[in-house]
């Protein structure tokens, strides 16, 4: 039996990735952002103030990871850790001004690149690529849960 990796989901779906990533690279770079930076700031976002375990579960990635990407997007003046007042042992994230200011165009990069990756599907061809994709992710973190 021979692999044919043009014939492989998984090394389709990793080759796509990268390219994905690289040419979120390209629109992001000058706002002087990271692809692995991106998820996390559509997670705070959307709702600020998570807790480190919040984000590890919600974006589906390693502890330490995160715990790297945090320490980066510290560094670099997009987040800040404060105190719960709740229980003071655990630390809130929350986005910087900095960060705050750099929604609508970062969103829009990710807006753009998702165009490029879809510009050879029709709407309903993407919807359902889409789809696709989701049960996919969705069958493999089942597996992971078993």
């Known amino acids: ?23 979120l690279h390209r629109r992001i770079k000058p706002l002087g952002l990271a692809p692995g930076q991106f998820p996390a700031l559509l997670a705070l976002w959307a709702k600020d103030g998570r807790t480190q375990k919040e984000l590890v579960q919600l974006l589906d990635i390693e502890q330490a990871t ?59 061809e993407a919807v359902q690529f889409l789809d696709f994709m989701r049960r996919a992710i969705s069958a493999m973190q089942l597996e992971d849960q078993a």
């Open 66 to 124: 995160l715990a790297n990407t945090l320490a980066r997007m510290e560094r670099d003046g997009l987040i800040a850790r404060k105190p719960s007042e709740e229980d003071g042992r655990v630390q809130l994230i929350y986005l910087t001004e900095r960060a705050k200011a750099l929604q609508g165009e970062a969103t829009q990069a990710a807006i753009s690149q998702n165009k490029v990756a879809l510009a050879g599907f029709s709407e309903e």
């Open 1 to 23: 039996m021979t692999f044919e990796k043009d014939s492989s989901a998984g090394y389709l779906a990793n080759h796509m990735a990268r390219l994905f990533a690289a040419g």
